[in-house]
């Protein structure tokens, strides 16, 4: 496990070469009219890990922005979704059989610290990251899905560009501080969750890539329409 939490204090450093790589290959429009009204968040499945109102699947019609209300909505939404409590409990089967993320041990109790861990981080992450931060920059915290018209390379370099990269609420790039800001004051401050003796800046970097890491995979989910294979039983398509 050394080995990997080498490789995860080591994705901020990657993540600025993207950032730079980012700013000189982004510089397409999103399909983001600031003319046309703001629109209701799209309904999803009920009980899903990838609601749809993240992410814009049709990229080729114009949307309108969204509000900052609405940006609040999709986080209140991510907060209370049904699957979160399926979220915290997967990551914290993952730490305790690994004995990864924060030294809690592995009896039981330290398996309910873990829930509570990784549960306050699934509530403080959509607060910030989709929320809060793209709130105050005027950032559009959706995924733009590429589709299947571009071929397989770019859509993963898009997806992982995206990252870093992301488009302003009148549609013109600009650096993804949901992310590169929200992901690290939800890692900042899940170290109020941790014992003192414990709280590192290795800590807190792992928690940070983690972060990153979850995100590519669900914007992966999004970008190659991959909900179909992982939509939970009695999930149904919204309107």
Same mark, same amino acid.
């Given at each position: 496990?050394?080995?990997?939490?080498?490789?995860?204090?080591?994705?901020?450093? +990657?993540?600025?070469?993207?950032?730079?790589?980012?700013?000189?290959?982004?510089?397409?429009?999103?399909? *983001?009219?600031?003319?046309?009204?703001?629109?209701?968040?799209?309904?999803?499945?009920?009980?899903?890990?990838?609601?749809?109102?993240?992410?814009?699947?049709?990229?080729?019609?114009?949307?309108?922005?969204?509000?900052?209300?609405? %940006?609040?909505? *999709?986080?209140?939404? %991510?907060? #209370?979704?049904?699957?979160?409590?399926?979220?915290?409990?997967?990551? +914290?089967?993952?730490?305790?059989?690994?004995? #990864?993320?924060?030294? #809690?041990?592995?009896?039981?109790?330290?398996?309910?610290?873990?829930?509570?861990?990784?549960?306050?981080?699934?509530?403080? %992450?959509?607060?910030?990251? *989709?929320?809060?931060?793209?709130?105050?920059?005027?950032?559009?915290?959706?995924?733009?899905?590429?589709?299947?018209?571009?071929?397989?390379?770019?859509?993963?370099?898009?997806?992982?560009?995206?990252?870093?990269?992301? #488009?302003?609420?009148?549609?013109?790039?600009?650096?993804?501080?949901?992310?590169?800001?929200?992901?690290?004051?939800? +890692?900042?401050? +899940?170290?109020?969750?941790?014992?003192?003796?414990?709280?590192?800046?290795?800590?807190?970097?792992?928690?940070?890539? *983690?972060?990153?890491?979850?995100?590519?995979?669900?914007?992966?989910?999004?970008?190659?329409?991959?909900?179909?294979?992982?939509?939970?039983?009695?999930?149904? %398509?919204?309107?």
């Amino acid at each position: 496990m050394a080995g990997l939490r080498w490789l995860l204090q080591g994705v901020p450093f +990657s993540l600025c070469i993207l950032a730079g790589i980012a700013s000189g290959v982004l510089r397409a429009q999103a399909p *983001i009219d600031p003319s046309l009204s703001s629109a209701p968040l799209p309904r999803s499945a009920h009980f899903t890990l990838f609601p749809g109102y993240e992410a814009v699947e049709n990229t080729r019609i114009p949307v309108p922005p969204l509000t900052p209300r609405q %940006k609040f909505a *999709i986080a209140y939404r %991510k907060i #209370f979704a049904p699957a979160l409590p399926i979220d915290a409990l997967a990551v +914290s089967g993952w730490d305790q059989a690994t004995n #990864f993320g924060p030294p #809690f041990g592995q009896e039981w109790g330290a398996f309910g610290k873990r829930v509570a861990y990784n549960g306050a981080n699934c509530v403080t %992450k959509p607060l910030f990251a *989709i929320g809060i931060v793209p709130a105050a920059f005027h950032q559009d915290p959706r995924y733009f899905r590429l589709g299947p018209d571009s071929h397989v390379a770019k859509r993963v370099r898009w997806v992982l560009l995206s990252q870093v990269a992301a #488009f302003s609420d009148r549609g013109t790039m600009m650096p993804n501080y949901g992310k590169l800001l929200g992901y690290g004051l939800s +890692s900042a401050l +899940s170290n109020a969750y941790m014992p003192a003796q414990n709280v590192s800046m290795g800590h807190t970097m792992e928690g940070y890539s *983690i972060k990153f890491g979850v995100s590519i995979g669900v914007d992966m989910v999004h970008e190659f329409n991959l909900v179909r294979f992982v939509r939970l039983p009695g999930s149904h %398509k919204g309107t």
